[in-house]
């Protein structure tokens, strides 16, 4: 009876989350659940399967439960090095030399227009990914504030958005973030530090499902934010979905990359096991994609 019943929320959470529980992962959802139970002082999973189809405020609960929430500033170094040495300046060349073609225009594009960089962070965690963007764009960009830069950092667990949100970490979280970084862009409070407000700016943290996403549905915010993006972040996140949902989400983050943007992925989400029409950064050293330009 109780691995029916495991069996059957299991199928719960992959049907409103695509998150996948099966075979070694079991272990995490029966733990976590055990743990549920207890602090709801439930006898088992039958009266929890009830309680969670009649209470609408349960099911964000145990899919922020559920979450694996491992992230760290500045993580997977390569990846950023490659960023900042590479793609950012020849961005900055590129949109520049667009600026400068548009003067001859009877009607040139506003700069903004131009000088626009949106970037996706899918599964952001407690935001450390995010904010390690926006550093690592403020410290290589020549004119940064010239930038219309817009990070969307999304996670499913709303616990998470919430500390993301709020920018504060302790002297543990902040270790591997050099001490620069931590004096330009962040304020020293207590036995940690705060993100500064120009830093936040750059970031809209949102609850993501990416479930909703792959089934077409718009990533959250305005209508007109839902442009493509130029650099899409979407690190340790397969991991956690069934063969044929990581197909449909590396389908899902192609569609949402402007021709030429790159896909970051993590170091155990190499693409060749899908069928996709990405091209390897082949100089880049790490797991980096491009989305080439017809």
């Known amino acids: 009876m109780e691995e029916a019943l495991l069996?059957?929320?299991?199928?719960?959470?992959q049907k409103r989350s695509r998150l996948c529980f099966r075979e070694q992962k079991r272990s995490i959802?029966?733990?976590?659940?055990?743990?549920?139970l207890t602090h709801l002082g439930m006898p088992g999973l039958a009266d929890y399967w009830g309680y969670l189809r009649?209470?609408?405020?349960?099911e964000p609960i145990l899919l922020d439960l559920l979450t694996i929430n491992e992230t760290s500033f500045f993580?997977?170094?390569?990846?950023?090095?490659?960023l900042t040495e590479r793609i950012v300046p020849t961005l900055e060349k590129t949109r520049g030399e667009e600026v400068i073609r548009s003067w001859g225009r009877a009607?040139?594009?506003?700069?903004?227009?131009?000088?626009?960089?949106?970037?996706?962070?899918?599964?952001?965690?407690?935001?450390?990914?995010?904010?390690?963007?926006?550093?690592?764009?403020f410290a290589t960009l020549r004119y940064p504030r010239a930038?219309?830069?817009?990070?969307?950092?999304?996670?499913?667990?709303?616990?998470?958005?919430?500390?993301?949100a709020a920018g504060y970490y302790d002297a543990e979280r902040l270790k591997g973030l050099p001490a620069t970084h931590i004096d330009r862009y962040m304020?020293?409070?207590?036995?940690?530090?705060?993100?500064?407000?120009?830093?936040?700016?750059?970031?809209?943290?949102?609850?993501l499902n990416l479930n909703d996403v792959i089934n077409g549905g718009p990533l959250p915010g305005p209508e007109d934010g839902n442009e493509p993006f130029d650099i899409i972040f979407c690190r340790n996140v397969m991991i956690y979905f069934s063969p044929e949902t990581q197909q449909q989400l590396v389908d899902t983050l192609f569609r949402l990359l402007v021709p030429g943007g790159y896909l970051f992925t993590g170091d155990a989400e190499p693409l060749h096991l899908y069928d996709h029409e990405f091209a390897p950064v082949?100089?880049?050293?790490?797991?980096?994609y491009r989305k080439m330009e017809a």
């Open 7 to 13: 069996d059957t929320i299991a199928h719960f959470v």
């Open 29 to 36: 959802l029966r733990q976590r659940l055990t743990e549920r």
């Open 54 to 58: 009649n209470s609408a405020k349960e």
């Open 75 to 82: 993580r997977n170094p390569g990846q950023f090095r490659f």
């Open 107 to 137: 009607a040139p594009a506003p700069p903004g227009s131009i000088m626009k960089l949106r970037i996706l962070c899918a599964g952001c965690s407690t935001g450390e990914e995010p904010y390690s963007v926006a550093m690592a764009l």
């Open 147 to 164: 930038w219309d830069i817009e990070i969307l950092a999304g996670d499913l667990s709303d616990s998470c958005i919430r500390t993301a």
């Open 187 to 207: 304020e020293r409070r207590g036995n940690g530090a705060v993100v500064k407000d120009e830093i936040k700016g750059l970031i809209r943290f949102c609850r």
């Open 282 to 288: 082949p100089d880049a050293g790490c797991l980096i």
